[in-house]
């Protein structure tokens, strides 16, 4: 883009074009990752790739490029990629077993600080060498070699025999859930405000590379020596983990990460500054790989793309906002103001993750527990009918109240997070010992979804509900459906219509 306009607007515009499909197309790829087949939904977004760039290729090597063809593609090219990213970070545990979740998204980071680390000075070799069509069109090549591998994969499917979610009320199932999960929460907010923080680093890089006097050649150093301490850091992470608390481990990288800012606002020669970029490269990884790997131990497998969309959407907005906040403040105040705010950001972001233990090592079971019988009904009800209204009796002793209620309000966010809209408990006022629980879904087909996803972890905790009721006992449920209204004949609907006429004066 700098080739081809001198317009500073333009080739700024060229990162927005990219990143904006992102924010606008996440949660709903999310969505559809979740409701379809991911091995093909992840074919389809890596094949739009090869195209968009594949169509670089061309347009460059015809040079027919212009400023705007390059800022469609550039969209295009970020539409996909907002298509897969959801996906393809939902696929990670559909690999690996539990045990090796961690260590797998680690590695997946490596992949990508290697990628980052070597990429950039490998095409720009190819670009002095045989100039940048070249470099699009084997970048074309590489998406085709992802997809062979994808398809290679075979993914084991799990039948149901409910209809697929809509979009949009798959959309805001994922909005719920991530409303509703507590770990979910704390891992978003631990992100946000570390990315706000942390993002200021690298986005202040290249000021950082020209003020030590060796422009763009130091610039590419200190990316480089960040890549390297993220590598060197993914194979540390698992001997940390085993050793240190999670939060302490997140803490910890944060105050590290604090560090290495408050050294690239006090030093401006390479060879102090790439040592310290090194180490906050280490402390990247140990405050990201670890809320990643969280955030994916709290999504169940049928919102998992959804809830990390999500995810991916406050990375991004971190990052976006953080590179805009502290880049404004150097402007205003010097590139050494901007680091100490940094570094004073990121103690704030040691201290939230001891307080809030975004990653505290509590893995939620979701494997569904199917231990709900079917619902009683006289005939069918349709699947779209509703709202349903679910009311749950439980014969409690007296003296165990207090710790029902709590056991209640735990329950509760359950039950909002997997699909209720509104939810009550009642206490009889002739018998205390009589509580009723009530809440109310949108449908009838969302009801029977969750008869298909009530997971271990909400069985363990309905066993212990069950645990303080009245010995001998029973729990009783009963479901309620909005009766659908009868249609009117034609006959009627003209006597109807003619009363409402006479009735108007």
Same mark, same amino acid.
């Given at each position: 883009?700098?080739?081809?306009?001198?317009?500073?607007?333009?080739?700024? @515009?060229?990162?927005? #074009?990219?990143?904006?499909?992102?924010? %606008?197309?996440? %949660?709903?790829?999310?969505?559809?990752?979740?409701?379809?087949?991911?091995?093909?939904?992840?074919?389809?977004?890596?094949?739009?790739?090869?195209?968009?760039?594949?169509?670089?290729?061309?347009?460059?090597?015809?040079?027919?490029?212009?400023?705007?063809?390059? /800022?469609?593609?550039?969209?295009?090219?970020?539409?996909?990629?907002?298509?897969?990213?959801?996906?393809?970070? $939902?696929?990670?545990?559909?690999?690996?077993?539990?045990?090796?979740?961690?260590?797998?998204?680690?590695?997946?980071?490596?992949?990508?600080?290697? $990628?980052?680390?070597?990429?950039? #000075?490998?095409?720009?070799?190819?670009?002095? %060498?045989?100039?940048?069509?070249?470099?699009?069109?084997?970048?074309?090549?590489?998406?085709?070699?992802?997809?062979?591998?994808?398809?290679?994969?075979?993914?084991?499917?799990?039948?149901?025999?409910?209809?697929?979610?809509?979009? @949009?009320?798959?959309?805001?199932?994922?909005?719920?859930?991530?409303?509703?999960?507590?770990?979910?929460?704390?891992? /978003?907010?631990?992100?946000?405000?570390?990315?706000?923080? +942390? $993002? !200021?680093?690298?986005?202040?890089?290249?000021?950082?590379?020209? =003020?030590?006097?060796?422009?763009?050649?130091?610039?590419?150093?200190?990316?480089?020596?960040?890549?390297?301490?993220?590598?060197?850091? &993914?194979?540390?992470?698992?001997?940390?983990?085993?050793?240190?608390?999670?939060?302490?481990?997140?803490?910890? +990288?944060? @105050?590290?990460?604090?560090? $290495?800012?408050?050294?690239?606002?006090?030093?401006?020669? /390479?060879?102090?500054?790439?040592?310290?970029?090194?180490?906050?490269?280490?402390?990247?990884?140990?405050?990201?790989?670890?809320?990643?790997?969280?955030?994916?131990?709290?999504?169940?497998?049928?919102?998992?793309?959804?809830?990390?969309?999500?995810?991916?959407?406050?990375?991004?907005?971190?990052?976006?906002?953080?590179?805009?906040?502290?880049?404004?403040?150097?402007?205003?105040? !010097?590139?050494?103001? &901007?680091?100490?705010?940094?570094?004073? !950001?990121? @103690?704030?972001?040691?201290?939230?993750?001891?307080?809030?233990?975004?990653?505290?090592?509590?893995?939620?079971?979701?494997?569904? &527990?199917?231990?709900?019988?079917?619902? #009683?009904?006289?005939?069918?009800?349709?699947?779209?009918?509703?709202?349903?209204?679910?009311? *749950?009796?439980?014969?409690?002793?007296?003296?165990?109240?207090?710790?029902?209620?709590?056991?209640?309000?735990?329950?509760?966010?359950?039950?909002?997070?997997? !699909?209720?809209?509104?939810?009550?408990?009642?206490?009889?006022?002739?018998?205390?010992?009589?509580?009723? =629980?009530?809440?109310?879904?949108?449908?009838?087909? =969302?009801?029977?979804?969750?008869? =298909?996803?009530?997971?271990?972890?909400?069985?363990?905790?309905?066993?212990?509900?069950?645990?303080?009721?009245?010995?001998?006992?029973?729990?009783?449920?009963?479901?309620?459906?909005?009766?659908?209204?009868?249609?009117?004949?034609?006959?009627?609907?003209?006597?109807?219509?003619?009363?409402?006429?006479?009735? *108007?004066?």
């Amino acid at each position: 883009m700098a080739s081809l306009t001198p317009s500073p607007l333009i080739v700024s @515009l060229l990162l927005t #074009a990219e990143s904006l499909p992102f924010f %606008l197309l996440a %949660l709903p790829a999310g969505a559809l990752a979740d409701i379809v087949d991911r091995r093909r939904l992840l074919v389809f977004s890596q094949l739009a790739m090869a195209v968009v760039v594949g169509t670089l290729a061309v347009v460059t090597l015809s040079g027919i490029v212009t400023p705007w063809m390059l /800022l469609g593609l550039a969209f295009a090219l970020g539409t996909a990629n907002a298509i897969n990213d959801p996906a393809w970070q $939902a696929v990670v545990p559909d690999l690996l077993p539990k045990e090796e979740l961690a260590a797998g998204v680690t590695l997946s980071g490596v992949g990508i600080n290697v $990628a980052r680390t070597l990429g950039p #000075a490998f095409g720009g070799f190819v670009v002095a %060498l045989a100039g940048p069509s070249i470099v699009f069109a084997l970048d074309a090549l590489s998406f085709l070699g992802v997809v062979g591998v994808l398809l290679s994969w075979r993914r084991e499917q799990t039948q149901s025999v409910l209809p697929p979610e809509r979009i @949009l009320p798959a959309i805001r199932a994922g909005l719920r859930f991530a409303r509703h999960s507590p770990q979910l929460r704390r891992v /978003l907010l631990g992100t946000f405000h570390f990315m706000m923080c +942390g $993002a !200021g680093v690298m986005a202040l890089m290249p000021v950082l590379g020209r =003020e030590t006097g060796r422009g763009a050649v130091g610039f590419g150093l200190l990316l480089g020596s960040l890549g390297v301490g993220a590598v060197i850091g &993914a194979t540390l992470l698992p001997r940390l983990r085993s050793r240190v608390p999670t939060h302490w481990l997140i803490a910890a +990288g944060s @105050l590290t990460f604090a560090g $290495a800012a408050v050294g690239a606002g006090s030093l401006r020669h /390479l060879a102090y500054l790439c040592p310290i970029m090194l180490v906050g490269g280490v402390a990247w990884v140990s405050v990201l790989a670890p809320l990643t790997v969280a955030a994916q131990q709290a999504s169940p497998s049928w919102v998992r793309a959804r809830a990390l969309a999500v995810y991916l959407i406050v990375f991004q907005a971190g990052m976006a906002g953080g590179s805009a906040l502290w880049g404004a403040v150097a402007s205003h105040a !010097g590139l050494n103001a &901007a680091y100490f705010g940094i570094a004073a !950001g990121l @103690l704030l972001s040691a201290g939230l993750a001891i307080r809030l233990r975004p990653a505290a090592g509590e893995v939620v079971d979701f494997t569904p &527990a199917h231990h709900w019988p079917e619902p #009683a009904v006289a005939g069918e009800p349709s699947p779209e009918a509703g709202p349903v209204m679910v009311q *749950v009796e439980y014969r409690v002793d007296l003296s165990r109240t207090e710790a029902f209620r709590n056991a209640m309000a735990e329950l509760a966010r359950n039950r909002r997070r997997d !699909g209720a809209v509104q939810w009550w408990l009642f206490q009889d006022t002739a018998d205390p010992s009589l509580f009723v =629980e009530t809440w109310i879904e949108a449908t009838w087909v =969302e009801h029977l979804r969750n008869h =298909e996803r009530v997971s271990v972890a909400q069985q363990e905790l309905e066993e212990r509900i069950r645990g303080l009721t009245q010995r001998g006992s029973t729990i009783s449920t009963r479901h309620f459906i909005a009766p659908e209204p009868r249609p009117m004949s034609s006959a009627l609907v003209r006597q109807v219509d003619e009363r409402i006429r006479r009735s *108007v004066p």
